[in-house]
């Protein structure tokens, strides 16, 4: 594992950062790595990566019409 030094860091943000972590039940230092892995890590959704395997087959292409209706919530009564 690598260590990281941030220097001249505003003591505002790092009153913030360790607010946010108790907030979240994390050390300061593990709000830290979350925050840097979620800004440099790509996010891919189910249907980009659908559409990345189907380019790699072929570049099939399948025009399905999106349903624009409001999800209704699920009942369990």
């Known amino acids: 594992m690598s260590a990281v030094t941030v220097?001249?860091?505003p003591e505002a943000t790092h009153r913030a950062l360790k607010?946010?972590?108790a907030q979240h039940g994390r050390s300061t230092e593990a709000e830290i790595r979350l925050i840097l892995e979620n800004a440099v890590v790509p996010k891919i959704g189910l249907g980009t990566a659908l559409m990345a395997i189907g380019q790699q087959l072929g570049d099939?292409?399948?025009d399905f019409p999106r349903d624009?209706?409001?999800v209704e919530p699920a009942s369990f009564e």
């Open 7 to 9: 220097r001249n860091l």
């Open 19 to 21: 607010l946010r972590a």
């Open 60 to 62: 099939i292409d399948l």
């Open 68 to 70: 624009k209706r409001p």
